[in-house]
């Protein structure tokens, strides 16, 4: 189902089919190193992950991470999303994307719009997001989204702080 489009992507609910896509993406030694190990390595693993993740998340709250595809030909290129997690008082905007379609303005182009999705459909006043002391790159596209550091943070399981950033919008 298709959920937003910018001039260059369209975001769409992830659905069982997008497991094998889903396996190379958590598998991508850029998400593994900054994301974590999902433990996803085959479309088995990855059709659990899509059930107990994205799509419990647009069952319990209207929103979730969303397969992002090149509107020109549906090449998926990655995902981004709103997430709430347990551990976060705030809705996370989160994204991931394959290294072939890094930098190239893609995830700020995305999550900007999944930015504004969140303040319009659900009327959220605060969105957070979590990085990577080190992911320099994630890092660039959350401040130009317009969000701030605000301090570290250590999630449950994580054995590394991660950088909390939050915007507010009026």
Known sequence: MLVLETQRLALFRLTLE???????????PGFLRFIGDRG??????????????PLESYERFG???FLVTLREDGTPV?????????????????FAFLPRFRGLGLASESAAAVLDYGREHFGLKRIV?????DNA????????????F????RMPGDNADVRLLARQFD
Request: with cysteine.
């Open 18 to 28: 997008d497991a094998d896509f889903i396996v190379e993406l958590l598998n991508d």
């Open 40 to 53: 996803v390595r085959t479309a088995d693993d990855a059709r659990k992950y899509l059930l107990e993740g």
């Open 63 to 65: 929103f979730g991470l």
């Open 78 to 94: 990655g995902i981004c999303g709103l997430l709430k997690r347990d551990a976060l008082e705030d809705v996370d905007v989160g």
């Open 129 to 133: 997001a979590i990085t990577a002391n």
């Open 137 to 148: 790159g994630s890092l660039r596209v959350l401040e130009k989204l317009g969000m701030k």
């Open 150 to 153: 605000e301090r570290m943070i």
